[in-house]
Nanobody, 115 residues
């Protein structure tokens, strides 16, 4: 079955950096659109960034210029480099895989940015 395993969350001060990684298994990774979503307490889950199988990225406006999504199709991993972190970036971050009409999710990793 499809598994997405995230790593790299933690606590950081405002202005700092974190790197999230997600390793996929059980899926044809090169055909899969990969993304990072986040959900803060009391808020809806929102798309942070996504990247197509051909490595075309998209970002939500609030993270443009600060976050970078990348993928390694050989290692079946997707990475989110987060720089200049702000307290409003605090959330649980989820790895997502979209293939044809199916969505798959990781277990989530907490990112906390202190002011």
């Amino acid at each position: 079955q499809v598994q997405l395993v995230e790593s790299g969350g933690g606590l950081v001060q405002a202005g700092g950096s974190l790197r999230l990684s997600c390793e996929a298994s059980g899926i044809t990774f090169r055909l899969t659109r990969m993304g990072w979503y986040r959900q803060a307490p009391g808020k809806q889950r929102e798309l942070v960034a996504s990247i197509t199988g051909g490595a075309t990225p998209t970002y939500r406006n609030s993270v443009k210029g600060r976050f970078t999504i990348s993928r390694d199709n050989d290692k079946k991993t997707v990475t989110l480099q987060m720089n200049s972190l702000r307290p409003e970036d605090t959330a649980v971050y989820y790895c997502n895989a979209q293939l044809f009409n199916s969505d798959y999710w990781g277990q989530g990793t907490q990112v906390t940015v202190s002011s």
